[in-house]
Structures are given as structure tokens and as C-alpha cells.
């Protein structure tokens, strides 16, 4: 279950942690923190992974012992790279080691010395309620009865000859994969701004932009995950993957780390998994299941898959099954399937034989509500990408960028 916050403490503050929880949860501020939450038989460290990730607001305990604590500058760490809001409650009269007040905000700061008078912690409770409204209210997109796309514009940017594209959260940078090489270009003028960089001996067949900044991105091929630094352009991290086996990367999903692919060990043994490249294994596997294409639904609950056969099928990451009836799109080979930002709605582009479309579907009737014909149809579609800011949807086909408004 998704909590408000998390509390992290050292092991030996826990009656004051339970303190803090008890006041904030009177508040009707949900908590986690361990070892309360840690369900019996699962490993601990996953666990507080992924607990940070799910929450909204990060809370220390700062004492002696926790101000020292490599595990509570490791889930600082994590809460930093999914950019939690950090409120520091003081529970000893201290400052923060360096490796602590790297992290740390000054002004959201309370102090509690005395645990009989619970009133710094009420002022919290407040401010952390405050925080949060902030936090949903700027997260809080429309979610439209119908939604329909309107062409824009379309701008000729060259040729674009990849199947792997990634474009930064600003909308600044883009970076175009051929075979196992990639370069960063700049998104308005198509200046390049690396040199090609080198990191695998596959080809490249997912990649994106880390949700911390545009600096790093993160790419996938057969051999191995790649975490690169852009302006070092060096390799940060690599997590090699199992010899023998064949992965393709479909979709990364840069706000959790997660990563949906396809794997095949041998006629006997293929199926589809959600990669957690954070704990650097699988949270959900769907044996028997080939999929050529997927998105992550915007709350992380499900995927939605397509298939060369045009099916469609939706897969629960906490049940671990599909959760619709199979059905089947007009199109050949589904190739690209991008949520909209609300999460109402999906899209699909497929190969229809006589020429290639733009689907609508509604994820509540997971029926098609609407059509949209290419206006270029000789030139292949690369990318999907929604621009929320801008109310557009943006269609990378081989020489040309499709703006349309929705």
C-alpha cells in the first residue's frame, strides 16, 4: 500500500520514529517505516526501494546515531533521485555530518528535544499536509470525457534513421540510437552536442533521460543496462544481463527506473518482465508472452502490450496477470503504444498493411474512439512523444515532427 510519507531513522530511534508516526498518522497523514511495514519473508532492502519511490514526502530523524548511519544516507540518496521533499526533524541538539546536510534542506527544519510535547511535530504534520496539496494540485491533469487530436504543424528535421529515440524533460535534448552508438542533439536547432558514444555490443533498443536531470541517460541493449554521463560522456554504472538470454528493451519508464522488455531464452522459455533498474532485477514476469511494444500506465498499476498479430493486452505489475479480455486492433504489427498524461486514454501506431495509423482507446471500455491517418504515411514512425506543458503530441516519422494539440 502507498504511503503518505517515509520516516527514515536509525535502527536505535525507533521509539521516536514510532512517535512521529503515531502523531502524523493521527493527522491522517499516512507513514511507512521499518521494520513496521517490512512484510515477513521479503527483502528489506527492496522493500524500503521501494517504499521511497511510492511516497510523497521524505521525513529524518536526526539524531547521534542516525547522523551516521550509511542506510539512512542511502535512502536520503534514493529520496533525492526521486525528488521527495526532505523534512528534517531534529531530535538531538546536532548538526548534520556533511554526508548528511548534502541532502538537506535548512528550511525544513523542526525541532523536537522533548518527546512529551508533540507540538513541533503538529507544526510538521501541518506543513507536510501543506507540501503534499502543493505536490498533487501541480501533479493534477485533466482528464478529458473524449480526447481528440488536432493537427498543428509538421517540421522537416532530416533524416532520422533509428528505431530508438529519448528526449529530455525539458524538451532541450534528443538523443537518436543507430546500432550499439548514440548522439545527443540539441532538440530546436539539430546540433549535435556529443560525440557518438560507444557502451554496448548489441544494438540499442531503449533509452531515456533520468528523471533527476538531463545529464545522464540511461540505454539498454542485449548485453547490458548503461548509465552514462553526459557531460563527462563517460559510462556512470552498468548492470550486465544473464549470457545466453536475449533482451529488447521496449519502454523505460524514467520516473520509477522501471523498465518493460521482452526476453527469450528458447521456444520454451519467452516471456515479458517489468526490470527494476534501481534493485537491478524483475518485480513482475508474464511468461509466454512475446510483446513487441508497451507503456507504462502514468500510476505505474499496469502495463498495456501490443503484439504483432495487433493484439492488445494489459498486465498488473502487483497481480502479475493480464487484467482485460484479448482483443484485437484493424492493424498488422502494433509498434508503439504511448499513454496519455491523464492515464484515461492510450495510443497505437501499427503497420495496416495498405497504410499506417494512429489509434485512440479508451482504457476504461478498451475499445478504439477514434482514427487519425498519417498525413505522410510513406515515412515511418520512430517515436511518440506528449509534450503535457504544451498540450501536443509530437510524431517522429523519418524526415518530418508532427505537432497536434489535444
Known amino acids: 500500500m502507498k504511503k503518505n510519507v517515509f520516516i527514515s531513522h536509525a535502527s536505535a530511534d525507533i521509539e521516536i520514529a514510532q512517535i512521529v508516526c503515531e502523531i502524523l498518522e493521527d493527522n491522517n497523514i499516512t507513514c511507512w517505516f521499518a521494520p513496521r511495514d517490512i512484510p515477513p519473508g521479503t527483502a528489506f532492502n527492496e522493500e524500503i526501494i521501494k517504499a521511497i519511490r511510492y511516497s510523497i514526502i521524505f521525513v529524518l530523524i536526526l539524531t547521534s546515531k542516525s547522523n551516521l548511519s550509511d542506510h539512512v544516507k542511502r535512502e536520503l540518496e534514493r529520496a533525492t533521485n526521486y525528488k521527495l521533499p526532505i523534512f528534517t526533524i531534529r531530535a538531538q541538539n546536532i548538526r548534520p555530518s556533511a554526508g548528511i546536510e548534502f541532502f538537506l534542506s535548512l528550511a525544513q527544519w523542526i525541532d523536537f528535544f522533548d518527546k512529551n510535547d508533540t507540538k513541533p511535530i503538529l507544526i510538521a504534520a501541518d506543513n507536510i499536509k501543506a507540501k503534499m496539496a502543493g505536490i498533487v494540485d501541480s501533479k493534477k491533469i485533466s482528464s478529458p470525457t473524449h480526447f481528440k487530436l488536432n493537427f498543428n504543424k509538421e517540421i522537416n528535421v532530416g533524416k532520422i534513421n533509428t528505431d530508438c529515440i529519448a528526449i529530455s524533460n525539458d524538451f532541450k535534448k534528443i538523443s537518436i540510437a543507430s546500432s550499439s552508438e548514440f548522439r545527443v542533439l540539441d532538440f530546436e536547432t539539430l546540433t549535435v552536442l556529443n560525440k557518438n558514444l560507444f557502451g554496448h555490443a548489441n544494438y540499442i533498443t531503449a533509452m531515456a533521460f533520468s528523471k533527476n536531470d538531463n545529464n545522464h541517460l540511461i540505454t539498454v541493449a542485449e548485453d547490458r543496462i548503461v548509465l552514462w554521463n553526459l557531460i563527462e560522456e563517460e559510462i556512470v554504472s552498468v548492470i550486465p544481463r544473464e549470457v545466453g538470454s536475449t533482451y529488447r528493451g521496449l519502454r523505460i519508464n524514467n520516473d520509477s527506473e522501471l523498465l518493460l522488455e521482452y526476453s527469450w531464452h528458447s521456444?520454451?522459455?519467452?516471456?515479458?518482465?517489468?526490470?527494476?533498474?534501481?534493485?537491478?532485477?524483475?518485480?513482475?514476469?508474464?511468461?509466454?508472452?512475446?510483446?513487441?511494444?508497451?507503456?507504462?500506465?502514468?500510476?505505474?498499476?499496469?502495463?498495456?502490450?501490443?503484439?504483432?498479430?495487433?493484439?492488445?493486452?494489459?498486465?498488473?505489475?502487483?497481480?502479475k496477470q493480464q487484467i482485460n479480455t484479448k482483443f484485437m486492433t484493424e492493424a498488422n504489427h502494433i509498434k508503439i503504444i504511448r499513454f496519455t498524461p491523464c492515464g484515461n486514454y492510450f495510443i497505437t501506431y501499427a503497420d495496416n498493411w495498405g497504410g499506417e495509423d494512429i489509434k485512440i482507446w479508451d482504457c476504461t471500455k478498451w475499445k478504439c474512439i477514434d482514427r487519425i491517418k498519417l498525413r505522410n504515411k510513406c515515412n515511418r514512425v520512430h517515436h511518440i512523444q506528449f509534450d503535457n506543458a504544451n498540450q501536443q503530441l509530437m510524431i517522429f516519422q523519418d524526415k518530418l515532427v508532427s505537432f497536434y494539440y489535444y
Not at 278 to 290: C, P, V, W
Open 267 to 319: 521456444e520454451q522459455n519467452q516471456y515479458t518482465q517489468v526490470f527494476d533498474i534501481s534493485l537491478e532485477n524483475a518485480i513482475a514476469k508474464f511468461e509466454g508472452i512475446k510483446a513487441n511494444c508497451g507503456d507504462f500506465h502514468p500510476s505505474n498499476d499496469y502495463v498495456v502490450c501490443g503484439f504483432w498479430n495487433g493484439e492488445i493486452k494489459a498486465f498488473s505489475l502487483k497481480e
